[in-house]
């Protein structure tokens, strides 16, 4: 599962208050290729967070196929009708710890195995302003 936190304008447009519109996406990474999880839109103001956003899921069998999974955040700063500030998609990879899931799955430990942070700014494509936010990701072990 993954999230965006702490969202703040930086030298954005000073007539709007600060609205976005984010997508979260994640993918996973096989050697063979990436196959695309599910994509969650929300819309958030300056300084919200977004909800933890279900990122995909496989079974231990699976998952030490995956090599990697993709985390990315796209969006725009809500303007005026046809003048959204598109900025840069904010991109991630991180590495699952497959023997923390094993030994976890022993010990029949099920819930929050890692959780990461990154803090992230992005350009606005038409502007000097900026939009930076920190990205959270939780890896859970559950039961089928």
């Given at each position: 599962?993954?999230?965006?936190?702490?969202?703040?304008?930086?030298?954005?447009?000073?007539?709007?208050?600060?609205?976005?519109?984010?997508?979260?996406?994640?993918?996973?990474?096989?050697?063979?290729?990436?196959?695309?999880?599910?994509?969650?839109?929300?819309?958030?103001?300056?300084?919200?967070?977004?909800?933890?956003?279900?990122?995909?899921?496989?079974?231990?069998?699976?998952?030490?196929?995956?090599?990697?999974?993709?985390?990315?955040v796209s969006g725009v700063e809500m303007d005026w009708p046809d003048a959204d500030d598109v900025f840069r998609t904010f991109e991630?990879?991180?590495?699952?710890?497959?023997?923390?899931?094993?030994?976890?799955?022993?010990?029949?430990?099920?819930?929050?195995?890692?959780?990461?942070?990154?803090?992230?700014?992005?350009?606005?494509?038409?502007?000097?302003?900026?939009?930076?936010?920190?990205?959270?990701?939780?890896?859970?072990?559950?039961?089928?």
């Amino acid at each position: 599962m993954f999230r965006v936190r702490d969202i703040i304008d930086f030298l954005g447009d000073p007539f709007t208050e600060g609205e976005y519109r984010l997508t979260l996406h994640s993918l996973q990474v096989y050697d063979s290729g990436m196959v695309p999880g599910p994509a969650t839109t929300f819309e958030v103001e300056n300084g919200d967070d977004t909800a933890w956003v279900y990122a995909g899921q496989g079974s231990l069998e699976e998952m030490k196929y995956v090599k990697s999974i993709v985390l990315r955040v796209s969006g725009v700063e809500m303007d005026w009708p046809d003048a959204d500030d598109v900025f840069r998609t904010f991109e991630t990879e991180l590495t699952l710890n497959h023997s923390a899931l094993l030994a976890a799955h022993s010990a029949r430990q099920y819930g929050l195995i890692e959780e990461f942070s990154w803090f992230t700014g992005q350009e606005f494509a038409d502007s000097a302003g900026g939009i930076f936010f920190t990205v959270q990701a939780r890896v859970l072990l559950g039961v089928r």
